[in-house]
T-cell receptor
Framework: EAGVTQFPSHSVIEKGQTVTLRCDPI?????LYWYRRVMGKEIKFLLH????????ESGMPNNRFLAERTGGTYSTLKVQPAELEDSGVYFC???????????FGEGSRLTVL | EDQVTQSPEALRLQEGESSSLNCSYT??????LFWYRQDPGKGPEFLFT???AGEEKEKERLKATLTKKESFLHITAPKPEDSATYLC??????????FGKGTRLHILP
């Protein structure tokens, strides 16, 4: 069974540019999460989808971040325009149940210059 | 505010030297506490879920325990391949899962 896959694994962009990160969850997992880890800090929650609906987006830093989940399958996280402080590793995770373990992808490392 | 604090930040042990990692939490209505292992350049990998005080789970050289305020991850006779960052996370009433900063464990051969 395929795990959670994320693309790209690493992206380097300049301040002001746009980047779109993609996440393909494990098939059948209705719950999809985005997290971010900034250097030296803990992994921080960004948002949670249940199928195609945003269940909780309280962790989204500001309106430069837009997350979508088309048809309840894959998800994208767009940053537009990117700022220096957006650099970090963005993790996607999925789960079968609302309460339970998360299965993580390997992350997308974003570097904003 | 829900909070998860892990200690120590880093730990170096000799191979075979047992020790424990701590995770203290403050949440309203704990629904689950999780331990993950993270290797460099990888995503966190699930280890254990604990749901209520007094619960224990074991896997190979690892044993996780839970009280009403903290959880311990005990490592018995560790090997170099146990070197990793160990993350603690809690799920509270709002269903959001929040993470601690982790403990970087290094086992010397």
């Amino acid at each position: 069974e395929a795990g959670v896959t994320q693309f790209p694994s690493h992206s380097v962009i300049e301040k002001g540019q746009t980047v779109t990160l993609r996440c393909d969850p494990i098939s059948g997992h209705d719950n999809l999460y985005w997290y971010r880890r900034v250097m030296g800090k803990e992994i921080k929650f960004l948002l949670h989808f249940v199928k195609e609906s945003k269940q909780d987006e309280s962790g989204m830093p500001n309106n430069r971040f837009l997350a979508e989940r088309t048809g309840g399958t894959y998800s994208t996280l767009k940053v537009q325009p990117a700022e220096l402080e957006d650099s970090g590793v963005y993790f996607c995770a999925s789960s079968l149940r609302l309460v339970g373990e998360l299965f993580f992808g390997e992350g997308s490392r974003l570097t904003v210059l | 505010e829900d909070q998860v604090t892990q200690s120590p930040e880093a730990l170096r042990l000799q191979e075979g030297e047992s020790s424990s990692l701590n995770c203290s939490y403050t949440v309203s209505g704990l629904r689950g506490l999780f331990w993950y292992r993270q290797d460099p350049g990888k995503g966190p990998e699930f280890l254990f879920t604990l749901y209520s005080a007094g619960e224990e789970k074991e896997k190979e050289r690892l044993k996780a325990t839970l009280t009403k305020k903290e959880s311990f991850l005990h490592i018995t006779a560790p090997k170099p391949e146990d070197s990793a960052t160990y993350l603690c996370a809690v799920q509270a009433e709002g269903d959001k899962i929040i993470f601690g900063k982790g403990t970087r464990l290094h086992i010397l051969p």
